[in-house]
């Protein structure tokens, strides 16, 4: 492994601009850290975050990396909020095309990787892949950080996602001494190495390994929220009529943003929009969630008709049913449906409370 | 076959959404290829006489001769979808609701004798059988042609009811409730608008109307408990465009809101 300037870093986000990547990382925009096409690294911001809660921060430092996740996912750009599937025009399907340029994802954390390779066995695995989302894919180049310090929301221990990158990513950097950062870089895949070498950098010492693993250890001690997993899934099966269900149906609003905001979140809808004057028929898929009406309707009416069934459907779905599905947890302990749950609906918390008996 | 005649009727309104089909010029003359605009004094002196197979119905009911008239509306259409926040919720004349209506008359007329009025401005379905509602203030007309397509076409038109939220999240907005500590009354609102407000910066105040499973005391009982509003600020909040609506008047007038919906008494 080899370390970086801060400089060299930054010199590295140019060069992914040369070398023809749309480059796609922290913006900062209407008061938080999302993700956007960005031009270079935004220097010294942070985040404070509790449930129903988030403000951007300054940190009065050098980091490039010293925020946590804000309310964006890779997600929009792999599997995006709308999109075209096909028109109708003069009774002939026209298909719309999926022809994705490169892509450089910068600052992907652990548990964020780790969503991506959940959604990967969502969309790429099994009898039917998705085509569009797999032509995205093979077009990201992934940047990966390990995190040097994590928010009040996250949780990503729970499930040994985080807060070290362990992933397919292409390379993972770790920012160390916050005033003066400095990078440890690991380039793994055969791209990277190369375009790691086209800037250089010193070897890194054992020291210097010390320090970036010290630095990862510290956000792991930095994890306040716990979400244990042994058990998780039967003990959900056993509770589906614990009260509890309709307490925190008493404060839930049906909004639906804890799915927007979850990056292995996968549900979509369709619909037709007929463009009066051209009569021509667009065939569009939209994000759904189970908190809204139409997700679970079928001919008489929604299967998921009050809060108490739709969130007891997204816990259950997240923390149990994923797993006989997937294998794999459809939680990360990200804490963005923590975070931007408008009334600060805490699943952990939730859990915790589901868990015991009633 | 012969193409459904449309009609356009008013009641206490502003004309803003009925003014939103003439805001669609392009489609327009789609819309004139699809029906056969019959009774539009908006938009043509010719008014063909009645019974018409789809009726748009803005504004609210709000004097005796109005509840009269939509009796008569109601029995000369085959399919009656009212529009706009005044004719689903009583738009913001239902303030009235809340007040002394002869105290507000006297406020703000030089000469209140003229004014012939009853005490509450109330939505069309409180009348008569609706077919449909379309939410807004004023509607979106995208989803007016949605609608009009889909009564023509026989089909279920296409308006999301979900929140609008899910709309803020699809535009990639950062929360302003969330990160800005606004209020904002997306969570329990109907979608439709495309979330505009938040995307200027500002919290919803829900012109789009109550969106289906709204928990509306949930989201004041955490404004209030967390964020420290009043019931004064909650009222306000919640009586604008859509008085009427009967879960914003739990808010509004039940100044005990705020207790856990199971300390209630019954
Ligand atoms: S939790 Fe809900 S929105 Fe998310 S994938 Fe499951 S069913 Fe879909
Ligand atoms: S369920 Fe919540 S914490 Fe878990 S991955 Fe989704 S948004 Fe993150
Ligand atoms: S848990 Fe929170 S974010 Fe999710 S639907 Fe309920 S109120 Fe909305
Ligand atoms: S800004 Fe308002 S509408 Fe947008 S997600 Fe937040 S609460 Fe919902
Ligand atoms: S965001 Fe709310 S207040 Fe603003 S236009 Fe939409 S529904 Fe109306």
């Known amino acids: ?358 | 076959m012969n193409k459904p005649s449309l009609a356009v009727f008013k009641f206490a309104s502003c004309d803003g959404c009925q003014l939103s089909l003439l805001d669609c010029e392009d489609e327009l003359l789609k819309v004139a290829e699809l029906v056969e605009i019959a009774n539009f004094p908006e938009a043509s002196r010719r008014i063909l006489p009645g019974p018409y197979d789809i009726a748009l119905v803005e504004g609210s009911i709000t004097t005796e001769h109005d509840e009269e008239r939509i009796q008569e509306i109601r029995e000369g259409s085959r399919i009656l979808i009212s529009i706009g926040a005044c004719a689903t919720a009583g738009g913001i004349q239902a303030l009235r609701n809340y007040a002394d209506v002869d105290q507000m008359v006297r406020a703000v007329y030089p000469q209140p004798s003229y004014i012939d009025t009853l005490a509450t401005s109330t939505p069309i379905s409180r009348h008569v059988k609706v077919d449909y509602e379309l939410h807004g203030c004023p509607i979106n007309k995208y989803q007016l042609l949605e609608v009009l397509l889909a009564f023509t076409a026989g089909r279920r038109p296409q308006v999301s009811n979900d929140s609008v939220c899910m709309e803020c999240k699809a535009a990639g907005n950062v929360c302003v409730m969330v990160a800005q500590g606004e209020h904002c009354l997306g969570p329990i609102t109907h979608a439709g608008c495309g979330a505009l407000c938040p995307s200027f910066d500002r919290g919803c105040f829900g012109c789009y109307g109550v969106k289906e499973q709204a928990d509306v005391e949930s989201l004041f009982v955490f404004l209030r408990d967390q964020r420290g509003m009043t019931t004064q600020q909650a009222v306000a909040l919640v009586q604008s465009f859509n008085a009427d609506a009967p879960e914003l008047k739990v808010i509004a007038s039940d100044r005990k809101w705020g207790r856990r919906r199971e300390d209630r008494p019954e």
């Open chain 1, 1 to 358: 492994m080899i370390q970086w300037t801060a400089e060299q870093l930054d010199a590295f986000v140019q060069l992914l601009h040369d070398e023809a990547y749309e480059v796609l990382g922290p913006v900062i925009r209407d008061g938080a850290v999302t993700y956007g096409a960005m031009q270079a690294l935004p220097v010294g911001y942070g985040d404070e975050q509790a449930a129903g809660h988030y403000r951007l921060t300054q940190r009065g430092d050098q980091t490039r990396f010293g925020y946590n996740l804000g309310p964006s996912t890779w997600k929009q750009f792999l599997f995006p909020p709308s999109e075209t599937l096909f028109s109708v025009r003069d009774d002939l399907i026209h298909p719309v095309e999926n022809q994705p340029g490169k892509r450089a994802f910068i600052g992907v954390r652990a548990c964020e990787m780790a969503a991506i390779e959940v959604q990967d066995r969502v969309f790429l695995q099994g009898e039917y892949t998705e085509r569009r989302y797999e032509q995205r894919r093979q077009q990201v180049f992934i940047v990966a950080v390990n995190c040097s310090q994590a928010a009040a929301t996250c949780f990503c221990t729970a499930n040994d996602d985080g807060p070290a990158v362990r992933g397919s990513a292409d390379m993972v950097l770790t920012e160390v001494n916050p005033q003066q950062p400095w990078y440890l870089v690991e380039a793994i895949s055969e791209t990277a190495k190369k375009l790691v070498a086209k800037i250089g950098g010193a070897p890194a010492n054992d020291e210097q390994h010390h320090q970036a693993q010290a630095a990862v250890n510290e956000a792991a001690e930095q994890i306040s929220r716990q979400l244990p997993r042994k058990g998780l899934r039967d003990a959900l099966f056993d509770a589906l009529e614990h009260p509890q269900w309709d307490d925190v149906a008493s404060r839930c609003l049906s909004c639906g943003n804890c799915t927007q905001v979850c990056p292995t979140c996968f549900c979509s809808t369709t619909q037709e929009q007929t463009d009066l004057v051209s009569m021509e028929v667009r065939h569009q898929r939209l994000w759904d969630s189970c908190f809204t009406e139409m997700h679970s309707y079928t001919t008489g009416g929604a299967i998921h008709h009050k809060t108490r069934s739709r969130y007891r459907q997204w816990l259950t779905h997240k923390l149990a049913a994923w797993e006989d599905q997937f294998d794999v947890s459809g939680c990360t302990g990200c804490g963005r449906c923590i975070s931007w749950c408008p009334v600060g609906i805490d699943l952990t918390e939730e859990v915790e409370i589901l868990r015991k008996s009633p």
